[in-house]
């Protein structure tokens, strides 16, 4: 579990997230969504420790990643896993390669192990024969594939994931949706997903946190979402025809 409590961040005069309190939740995909410019991703970048918060309190399991020293932070991102907007693999490595990379960074498991573990990652997200193609050869919804597979190897205790859909076509990003939720639930993993997709919303948003202007607007799963009340939310979330059809079809029901 993640907490945050009276987490500020400013930037010289410029007061970018106020009082933000919340719980991420172990075992379930957390989603931060908002505007553009609303905050969410200066919130992401405070909770993995990429910005340092002007004020406030950034908890993992209990522990303040704020106060705590070097040492015991670069623990803590030991026990992280990241999946980036664009995948992020090294294109002059094979994929296997790109798998193993935390693992021969960080892990003291010998070589043979290692390989072993990249292996089982790759075949959960059903990569299985891939492992000797580079970046290039495969499709971009492949590569997010890798993506998750070299987030996981480390098995880490949280998951973080930026736009993980980004550039991929419906069918392929409920594809990504699903791996993400499917491994959160097998591993017990506190997931945060910062998107701006509302099929994921809808999809997989078992804990979803609405930041607008950087306050914490609203909070609630993908079944309350429908029926709320919050104006600011709903402007946001059913600004497409699709949704609106949606939510007037559950209330004409």
């Known amino acids: 579990m993640i907490e945050l409590k009276h987490l500020y961040k400013s930037f010289e005069d410029k007061e970018v997230l106020h009082d933000i309190n919340a719980v991420f939740e172990e ?62 693999l090294f294109d002059s490595m094979s994929v296997l ?28 997200v059903n990569l299985k024969g891939a492992e000797n193609k580079l970046p290039g050869e495969i499709s971009g919804g492949m590569q997010k594939r890798v993506a998750i597979a070299r987030a996981i190897a480390l098995n ?16 392929t990003s409920l594809v990504i949706d699903d791996l993400i939720h499917d491994i959160t639930t097998e591993y017990s993993m506190t997931t945060i997903i910062n998107t701006h997709d509302m099929n994921s919303v809808m999809g997989i948003g078992e804990n979803i946190i609405y930041i607008y202007q950087g306050q914490k607007e609203w909070q609630g799963s993908k079944d309350q979402i429908m029926g709320s009340t919050n104006e600011r939310l709903n402007s946001f979330i059913f600004a497409s025809d699709l949704f609106r059809k949606v939510k007037e079809a559950n209330e004409n029901a």
Do not use: H, W
Request: net charge positive; charged share 25%.
């Open 27 to 88: 075992g379930k995909t957390n989603l931060i969504i908002g505007q553009s410019g609303s905050g969410k991703t200066v919130l992401m970048k405070n909770i993995v420790g990429l910005l340092t918060p002007t004020s406030g309190q950034v908890l993992y399991d209990g522990r303040d990643f704020v106060q705590m020293n070097k040492r015991e932070q670069v623990l803590i991102r030991r026990e992280m896993g990241m999946i980036f907007q664009s995948a992020a």
């Open 97 to 124: 390669e790109n798998v193993m990379f935390p693992l021969d960074m960080f892990s003291d498991k010998n070589q043979a192990d290692r390989e072993r573990r990249a292996r089982f990652c790759l075949e959960r």
């Open 156 to 171: 880490p205790k949280y998951l973080f994931c930026d736009e993980p859909n980004s550039g991929l076509d419906p069918k």
